[in-house]
Every structure is written in C-alpha cells, then in structure tokens.
C-alpha cells in the first residue's frame, strides 16, 4: 500500500467523499456540502491510496484561538494501518499555536482520541439540526 497524502481539496472527488463518509460509517453527507465544508476549514487531509480515498479529515481554524477537529474518517478497509493516527497527528500538528485543539468524535472511539491527549470537556454543548436524532445516538444528553 502506497499512500499519498494531500493537503489541499484541488481534484477531490466530492462524491467519492460521500461515499466514503457513508461506509465509515460517518452518516449521509452531500457531496456539495462536503466541498463547502472543506472549502471553510483551514486545515484539511485527504490520503489516497493509488487514486481512491481512503481517509479524510478537516480542521476548523482561526489562526489563534481554536482549531476545530471533525470529519474525520477512514474507508473500513483500510481502518487499522495508522491511517486515523496520522490524519490526527497531521491536523493537531498544522493546529498548533492555537489556544485549544477540540476535536468533536463519534460516541465509542475516545479511547482512540485519548492516545493523542485529548481530554473530555464538561462545558461542552451543541444544537443539532435534528435533536431527537443526536439524544437517540448518544451525541448529546437531554439534560
């Protein structure tokens, strides 16, 4: 396996993206979405192998305050070669000199975060587009 890591979302392919997303299993995501999204974040990584994507991932960023972590993601057949690890690694190293590096994650793999120094935050809240759905899956308490 011969990896190729980008930095830049030039020649993605914005459907292969989704696809990806949809296999992770990270949820439906429009392609169209998927390219504003990266295209509004700072930081991204993209890792092909030959020219399928394999892994993927974002940073939201303002230069000195708070980088932002998400969408991060990795084709099920290539989970378990470090992929994950290096698009973490890569993303918090680029995010460097900011005051805090959240990371926003799927219930069940912060034991994988935590490697990387990540801590749980107790003042963390969202609103999500569809409320009942982040409670049903564990993304947020009704309390």
């Known amino acids: 396996m011969e990896l190729n890591w980008k930095h830049t979302d030039s020649n993605v392919d914005w459907h292969e993206a989704s696809a990806l997303y949809k296999i992770a299993p990270m949820g439906d995501k429009r392609p169209q979405d998927i ?21 993927i991932g974002r940073a939201l960023a303002d230069g000195v305050d708070c980088s932002y972590l998400c969408d991060i993601a990795v084709h099920p057949d290539y989970q378990g070669h470090g992929i994950g690890k290096g698009i973490i690694e890569n993303l918090t ?14 219930p069940g793999k912060e034991a994988f975060y935590k490697k990387f120094g990540f801590k749980r935050m107790s ?5 999500f587009e569809n409320q009942d759905n982040a409670i049903n899956i564990g993304l947020i308490n009704e309390t």
């Open 123 to 127: 003042t963390a809240m969202a609103i």
């Open 93 to 106: 190293e680029r995010s460097k000199g900011h005051k805090k590096i959240i990371l926003y994650a799927v």
């Open 35 to 55: 390219k504003q999204a990266f295209g509004n974040s700072l930081y991204k990584c993209f890792v092909f192998n030959q020219n399928q994507l394999v892994g």
